[in-house]
């Protein structure tokens, strides 16, 4: 019975999250001028019309950017923040922890009004902060460096310190051993990690919606503003698009799993 109510669970899990997916996908197809179903004629229209829109691939790469900025950031910040706490002691060691994990609980309300109203009048060499993309990016950061950081403290504990310590006693230096040795043995974790931090990014909403203007606006933000004028199938097109970001990198996280695999 139990193995019988895990499987219909499992069942329903997986047809709640696809339907959505599948009825968008459909959308997006629809020759009609507004959101409508049943479809009454299949087209590529909407699709032409928003890579053909200068203002919606202004988002989209706007996006892209953004997510790979905020990749390198928390997945750098976040891979050191973790071997240190995995092979070093330091005073007050549980307090950075949480500190480091904070943000991950905060809404994104707080933290992306808080980060408009600290940098919203701060210039740097005359540039404002406030609406560029390097300051979404730190606040995406915020999100996906402790993601990153909880992934790769538990991928850390998996090395063998055995090995470590047999490249220091023959010469090796603790930064070539960690790029040498320690690295590739977490690779999977760190690809795994930038992924996911990617895909966090790219789709986050509620603090781009405070952080960015008119000229670095996400596709998310102007999905969101273009719902409250008109819901064209154009949205559903751009659903579309983040979903397949979403489906490419879990692809790739499996593909290189798959691979470390056999190799072992």
Do not use: C
Not at 202 to 218: G, I, W, Y
């Amino acid at each position: 019975m139990l193995r019988v109510l895990a499987l219909a669970f499992t069942v329903f899990i997986i047809a709640y999250i696809a339907i959505p997916v599948i009825v968008t996908l459909v959308m997006s197809f629809n020759d009609a001028s507004v959101i409508r179903f049943p479809i009454k004629t299949w087209s590529l229209r909407w699709y032409g019309d928003f890579f053909g829109s200068p203002q919606w691939v202004d988002a989209l790469k706007s996006s892209v950017i953004i997510a790979l900025g905020t990749t390198v950031i928390s997945t750098v910040s976040g891979v050191l923040a973790a071997w240190a706490f995995e092979r070093f002691t330091f005073a007050f060691k549980p307090v950075v922890y949480l500190l480091i994990m904070l943000p991950l609980f905060m809404p994104g309300v707080v933290l992306g009004l808080g980060v408009a109203m600290a940098f919203g009048d701060v210039s740097l060499f005359g540039v404002n902060i406030y609406g560029s993309r390097v300051l979404v990016m730190l606040a995406h950061s915020l999100w996906a460096m402790p993601l990153v950081f909880m992934l790769m403290e538990a991928t850390f504990r998996t090395v063998d310190h055995r090995i470590v310590e047999a490249s220091y006693d023959l010469g090796g230096r603790p930064v070539q051993t960690f790029f040498e040795i320690v690295l590739p043995s977490v690779s999977t974790g760190i690809i795994s990690s930038a992924l996911f931090a990617f895909v966090i990014s790219l789709n986050e909403f509620v603090m781009a919606l405070f952080l960015t203007t008119r000229d670095t606006q996400t596709l998310p933000v102007l999905m969101w503003l273009s719902l409250r004028s008109a819901g064209t199938p154009r949205l559903a097109v751009a659903s579309v698009i983040l979903a397949a970001a979403v489906f490419v990198s879990l692809s790739l996280i499996m593909v290189w799993y798959i691979r470390q695999l056999r190799k072992t």
